[in-house]
């Protein structure tokens, strides 16, 4: 578990599955998440059967974002960031965040994951840099993103397409700061 003041980063638990077919089910991330169809609950279960591998083995890490309560009742999950295309000779990987609770958006949940994670990705993995990918019209990925640190590195012209136009992205990286080989 990776605490903040707000909200935890933890493993997954099998009650996430339901919250999972709910948030990447939802159409209107569809465009940003690059998914095509919907997601069956059979497909989530085995999804999160192998989230239990370490990310040296599968490549991938997620976590769910809880909101922090009393230490005696449960927290109120309200998304997921993810890990992803891990490369450990690198030392780097994706990054993606989804607060599918659409409650909870601009709260500043999403920048205290994003920072919570690429701190861990820092101090325990021991990663070079992490980056990400946004659709051009997503500001507010955009600006969450530059407010945890990271920087413009390129521009992908025409990387997705979504009802039928072709769309750029702007690639962004945050890289540790005295990184050593």
Request: with cysteine.
């Amino acid at each position: 578990m990776i605490r903040g003041i707000s909200i935890i980063l933890r493993a997954l638990e099998p009650k996430d599955v339901d919250l999972m077919m709910i948030f990447e089910n939802d159409t209107e991330v569809w465009p940003v998440s690059g998914t095509l169809s919907p997601y069956s609950k059979y497909t989530l279960e085995q999804y999160y059967k192998n989230s239990t591998q370490d990310i040296y083995t599968s490549r991938q890490l997620r976590l769910a974002i809880e909101l922090v309560t009393e230490v005696s009742s449960p927290g109120i999950t309200i998304g997921f960031i993810d890990l992803f295309d891990f490369d450990p000779q690198q030392r780097r990987a994706g990054i993606g965040i989804l607060i599918g609770d659409k409650a909870h958006r601009r709260l500043g949940y999403a920048l205290e994951s994003v920072s919570l994670m690429v701190k861990h990705c820092f101090d325990t993995i021991n990663l070079h840099q992490v980056y990400c990918h946004i659709e051009n019209a997503n500001e507010a990925s955009l600006r969450l993103f530059a407010r945890a640190g990271f920087r413009t590195c390129g521009v992908l012209r025409e990387w997705i397409a979504y009802n039928g136009i072709w769309h750029d992205v702007t690639m962004m990286q945050i890289v540790r700061p005295h990184s050593v080989l």
